[in-house]
């Protein structure tokens, strides 16, 4: 099935410092890719979407000058956080829409498995 | 302002038994309703989902009913299995599929025991 994958898996980072995720679809073109991020126990949060090509749209109350997000190519989207504080340490998962044979034909999304950073 | 709420953070059922979590929404602009499983550390499993224009969808122990009136969705899972101990995230989009944004509510940790 569809793979996405995260790179790093979790990242400790000093405050002040940039630190930037990846989000790669692995088997199938990802025209759109959407960033997301969860505090402990609390729901997944909706960051911005991105499609290839173009500027992200972020959602209200999301600093677009601190989270660059670039999404070059239909398979990759990067998640950039400029200089991180502790209040941004959080669960960051990206997901990845596209059309996908193996689904059926379909159009569907999958999530990464997250990337946990730790700003000190 | 949560568009989509999980009023029970915790749910504790025995194995074999029936799993009923329940998600309520206030946009009726939502179309297309999702239920997402998650472990600790790892991002969402899709489970199932259901349109608008449906009142029920059943996959195998997985079953969702939607009631659009009182804008209230649950998931049953029948039986229960110590392998569904996770948190249920159930989601909402405008649209007719999942490819869109999703808006999740807060999530429910379910426990199964043995």
């Known amino acids: 099935g569809a793979v996405v994958s995260q790179h790093p898996s979790w990242v400790i980072c000093k405050s002040g410092t940039s630190v930037k995720i990846e989000c790669r679809s692995l088997?199938?073109?990802?025209?759109?890719m959407f960033w997301y991020r969860q505090f402990p126990k609390q729901s997944l949060m909706l960051m911005a979407t991105?499609?290839?090509?173009?500027?992200?749209?972020?959602e209200q109350g999301v600093e677009k000058d601190k989270f660059l997000i670039n999404h070059a190519s239909l398979t990759l989207s990067t998640l950039t956080v400029t200089s991180a504080h502790p209040e941004d340490s959080s669960f960051y998962i990206c997901?990845?829409?596209?059309?996908?044979?193996?689904?059926?034909?379909?159009?569907?999304?999958?999530f990464g498995p997250g990337t946990r950073l730790t700003v000190l | 302002d949560q568009q989509v709420k999980q009023n029970s953070p915790s749910l504790s059922v025995q194995e074999g038994r029936i799993s009923i979590l329940n998600c309520d929404y206030t946009?009726?602009?939502?179309?297309?309703f999702l239920w997402y499983k998650k472990y600790p550390a790892e991002g969402p499993t899709f489970l199932i989902s259901?349109?608008?224009?449906?009142d029920k969808n059943e996959d195998g122990r997985f079953t969702v009913f939607l009631n659009k009136s009182a804008k209230h969705l649950s998931l049953h899972i029948v039986p229960s299995q110590p392998g569904d101990s996770a948190v249920y995230f159930c989601a909402a989009s405008r649209g007719s599929s999942n490819t869109g944004k999703l808006i999740f509510g807060q999530g429910t940790t379910l426990q199964v025991k043995p």
């Open positions: 259901i349109s608008s224009i449906k």
């Open positions: 946009n009726s602009m939502f179309d297309y």
């Open positions: 088997d199938f073109q990802a025209t759109t």
């Open positions: 991105s499609n290839e090509g173009s500027k992200a749209t972020y």
């Open positions: 997901s990845a829409s596209g059309f996908l044979v193996s689904s059926g034909g379909t159009d569907t999304q999958y």
